[in-house]
């Protein structure tokens, strides 16, 4: 069952993403190197940003998170989400 999962990350910035984007050699509004990954988009908030993913599986979200994106968040100084949050997707459609 694919899973929507929406994390805050209070006190980051989009600069701090960007550059974990880039070491982990994803191209901005590129392919994502990930299979199961299905959507994803960041924004900036008032108290930092907020990243909203759909994955094909929680399971598939939680490795790629341990093994791919902790250690480089880490690296680039941002910590740990202050919110993170899983929904059930109903429904789902993507560009033709």
């Known amino acids: 069952m694919a899973v929507v999962v929406q994390q805050e990350f209070t006190g980051s910035t989009v600069d701090q993403f960007d550059e974990a984007i880039a070491k982990l050699g994803i191209p901005a509004g590129g392919r994502h190197t990930e ?3 299905l959507f994803h988009y960041a924004v900036a908030t008032d108290e930092g940003v ?3 993913d ?5 399971e598939g979200f939680e490795k790629f998170a341990q093994e791919q994106i902790v250690p480089v968040t880490r690296e680039v100084g941002i910590s740990p989400p202050t919110s993170v949050e899983f929904f059930e997707v109903h429904n789902y459609n993507t560009a033709g």
């Open 35 to 37: 299979s199961g990954l």
């Open 50 to 52: 907020e990243i909203t």
């Open 54 to 58: 759909i994955w094909t599986t929680r």
